[in-house]
């Protein structure tokens, strides 16, 4: 059942890519603009991604953000001058795990520690875009020995997006409880901590602010920003996310590429609550 904008929004929660910012990565004026319109309200704001901080650091001036940067979905929370709040890593056994999974199912392998990146392929599947999308370069290492440990996502990489979806199915099972694996784009699949998920940094948002969940709103295109929809108190889907994306969510928006996110906030936000009289 689809539940109604509640009567006080102080927070809303936003995803990055394929939502705050379009396909080709751009933060549009009008989306700038209706982040400004979300301060003047005195309402909060604050993204999520899968993205290491340092690839959301572009983000913190233009949008004047002054909440905990939750990067790879929840694995690390950051002030917006990068400082470490608060870090979940997976123990080397469980990364061991993973990336052995990964590899079975034919995807490259990415490894996340801190602020650095570590690829086997640099010429593989989305290493060049994914470098001029957090604007820093991977660190190319012949093995991950000795990387294993302090490790805070995994990533499996493919464009076969059958195979993805797979392997998403296959470490569900094998890692219950020890990993948290979803899908951040069709063709990546991040592994993290369990307690690093977008439902865990609603939790974490509404303890550190003192904002209840059901006064945060949450927005997003992809299956891994489910949990953080029935977190909130009212989730908002992007036009470009998939039928089960869209069924989760209260409301639909525009596509990423029509100006969605603005259009979610000037409709769904910002916008007097109408009474039927």
């Known amino acids: 059942m689809k539940r109604p904008r509640p009567a006080r929004i102080s927070l809303l929660l936003a995803d990055v890519d394929g939502t705050l910012v379009t396909h080709d990565k751009v933060l ?3 989306a700038r603009a209706a982040v400004r319109g979300l301060h ?4 909060r704001f604050a993204i999520t991604s899968g993205r290491p901080p340092r690839g959301m650091a572009m983000l913190t001036g ?3 953000i002054d909440t905990p940067i939750a990067g790879f979905n929840g694995g690390i929370f950051v002030r917006p001058d990068l400082t470490v709040i608060e870090e979940h890593t997976l123990p080397p056994t469980v990364a061991t795990v993973a990336v052995g999974l990964i590899a079975d199912y034919g995807l490259d392998v990415w490894i996340y520690r801190g602020n650095d990146w570590f690829v086997r392929n640099p010429a593989g599947p989305h290493v060049a875009r994914e470098e001029w999308t957090v604007k820093f370069a991977p660190t190319v290492v012949d093995d991950f020995a000795g990387l294993l440990d302090h490790v805070v996502k ?3 990489v493919s464009d076969d997006l059958d195979r993805v979806r797979e392997a998403e199915a296959a470490a569900r099972s094998k890692l219950t409880r020890m990993a948290s694996a979803a899908r951040s784009q069709p063709y990546y699949l991040d592994i ?3 307690s690093a998920n977008k439902g865990a940094v609603v939790d974490y948002l509404s303890r550190h602010l003192g904002i209840p969940p059901s006064e945060i709103a949450t927005i997003g295109d992809m299956p891994n920003d489910i949990l953080m929809f029935h977190k909130g108190g009212f989730a908002i889907a992007m036009g470009n996310g998939g039928p089960d994306v869209q069924a ?3 409301v639909v928006t525009a596509s990423s590429e029509d100006e969605g996110f603005a259009k979610a906030v000037e409709n769904f936000i910002l ?3 109408r009474t039927d009289a």
């Open 28 to 30: 549009t004026e009008r």
């Open 40 to 43: 003047a309200q005195s309402i």
């Open 62 to 64: 233009p949008l004047a």
């Open 154 to 156: 995994i990533v499996g």
């Open 192 to 194: 993290t901590h369990p």
């Open 248 to 250: 989760a969510a209260d």
């Open 271 to 273: 916008a007097p609550v």
